[in-house]
């Protein structure tokens, strides 16, 4: 009787490790599975956050033309704000970026009237807000008369339109010209908020 059962033990003992090692694999291919999933969720994850913050939040975009000069350099890559103009209205001398004429080209320029207001420009280059000469310290230069534009008679802005002006006043095309000309709020894709670009120059934009 002892012998029988030893052998039965020891056929036994013959099995397990196959069945052990069956186990193991089921194991692995279930953790690497596992594994798997863990990742393509965490990679649609990360899509839909980029995607989310690209379409509503914010994006990066760069300076091409010198049309902002000083303010703004060609190259200078900078952070846009999406968000803040779901929630309110831009202000005055707030620098923007919006589409040229529904195209895939951007502009970026700075806000100088805004929605009900009535825009002149004298023949001396001075800009007239409602009658009131403008202060500002943003214009890199005296705007020429031949740069003046459609501005040289009164311009009166619509309840959500805006007037936008390059600071570099004789090398931007800008509200100034029928090209452009008044930009409504909804066609804002945001505020230029930060300068992440040239290094030396890091920091939020006035």
């Known amino acids: 009787m002892s012998k029988k059962k030893s052998n039965k033990n020891s056929e036994q003992n013959v ?9 193991n694999s089921e194991q692995e291919e279930f953790n690497i599975v596992k594994e798997l999933i863990g990742m ?6 990360v899509i839909i956050v980029v ?21 703004l350099e060609d190259g200078d890559n900078l952070w846009i ?3 803040s103009y779901r929630f309110k209205d831009p202000k005055r001398f707030d620098i923007v970026v919006f589409p040229y004429q529904d195209s895939d080209v951007y502009y970026i320029k700075r806000v100088i009237g805004l929605p009900g207001e009535k825009v002149r420009i004298g023949d001396e280059g001075t800009i007239f807000i409602n ?18 534009g459609r501005a040289a008679d009164t311009i009166t802005l619509g309840e959500d339109e ?31 908020v930060l300068r992440m670009w040239p290094l030396s120059k890091f920091g939020t934009i006035d």
Do not use: C
């Not at 099995?15 to 186990?23: I, L, Q, T, V, W």
């Not at 393509?40 to 994850?45: A, D, E, G, R, T």
């Not at 007037?163 to 945001?190: A, C, Q, T």
């Open 81 to 83: 704000d999406k968000l």
């Open 40 to 45: 393509l969720i965490y990679i649609v994850v």
């Open 162 to 192: 805006y007037f936008v002006m390059g600071d570099n006043r004789n090398n931007s095309k800008d509200s100034r010209f029928e090209s452009v000309g008044n930009i409504s709020k909804d066609e804002l894709i945001g505020k230029a």
């Open 15 to 23: 099995k397990n490790p196959d069945n052990k090692a069956s186990n």
């Open 131 to 148: 009658d009131e000469a403008l202060e500002e310290d943003y214009g890199y230069e005296t705007i020429m008369p031949d740069r003046i």
């Open 51 to 71: 995607w989310f913050i690209v379409h509503f939040v914010g994006q990066r975009t760069e300076v091409s033309g010198e049309s902002m000069y000083d303010t």
